[in-house]
């Protein structure tokens, strides 16, 4: 039972453009939400977090918006550069629980 | 100067054989992880120290025995390894034992094949 799911295995986005990556949870518990960014032979590296206070954070480039009631988050990555081209996990938490993570979207960015 | 560091990265092994990786970091961290990403690419918490004390083990085979011999280690021994085993594992560090703002810190990942 994944209670936390990236459906979208795989987003291409032309290089400045917009990239938007989406994911679902079902624990309606979790209150903290993460986003981490995976390059290949690496592990994964923390890029924005969110709490479930709040329905925005952004950083530089980087925004995370959470909808609570749809129990969706997204990452949105604007101007996306070739550098963002990696493996964005999603993960979630209910308090000092363990991370619970999605399955991935890998994202390429074309010149 | 790694922060999190994995050894082996790969390990390709036959089945049956017990097997090792270790885990060090140098963030001076309370708390390390043990991950398994399988086949379908999700990330699952296998277990997790604090201060060298057990805190999480999830639903996993007792041929999986976590050892911390202090603080910045943590290492994982598989017996009997099965072809199921197969997968890549990665460790990670948080200063604290979780918690909003205690993020994690993961190493390179080790690669492991089981024949």
């Known amino acids: 039972d994944q209670q936390v799911k990236q459906n979208s295995p795989s987003l291409s986005v032309q290089e400045g453009r917009i990239s938007i990556l989406n994911c679902d949870y079902t624990?309606?518990?979790?209150?903290?939400f993460l986003w981490y960014k995976k390059y290949p032979a690496e592990g994964p590296t923390f890029l924005i977090s969110i709490s479930s206070i709040k329905d925005k954070n952004e950083d530089g480039r980087f925004t995370v918006f959470l909808n609570k009631s749809a129990k969706h988050l997204s990452l949105h990555i604007v101007p996306s550069q070739p550098g963002d081209s990696a493996v964005y996990f999603c993960a979630a938490r209910q308090g000092a629980q363990k991370l619970v993570f999605g399955q991935g979207t890998r994202l390429t960015i074309n010149p | 100067d790694t922060a999190v560091s994995q050894t082996p990265k790969y390990l390709v092994t036959q089945m049956g054989n017990d097997k090792s990786i270790k885990c060090e970091q140098n963030?001076?961290?309370?708390?390390m992880y043990w991950y398994k990403q399988d086949s379908k690419k999700f990330l699952k918490i296998m277990f997790s120290?604090?201060?060298?004390?057990?805190?999480i083990n999830e639903t996993v085979p007792n041929r999986f025995s976590p050892k911390s011999p202090d603080k910045a280690h943590l290492n994982l021994h598989i017996n009997s390894l099965e072809l199921g085993d197969s997968a890549v594992y990665f460790c990670?560090?948080?200063?604290f034992g979780g918690g909003m703002g205690d993020e994690q810190f993961f190493g390179p990942g080790t690669r492991l094949t089981v024949l």
């Open positions: 120290y604090n201060n060298k004390e057990l805190i």
């Open positions: 963030l001076g961290h309370d708390t």
């Open positions: 990670a560090s948080s200063q």
């Open positions: 624990n309606s518990m979790f209150d903290y």
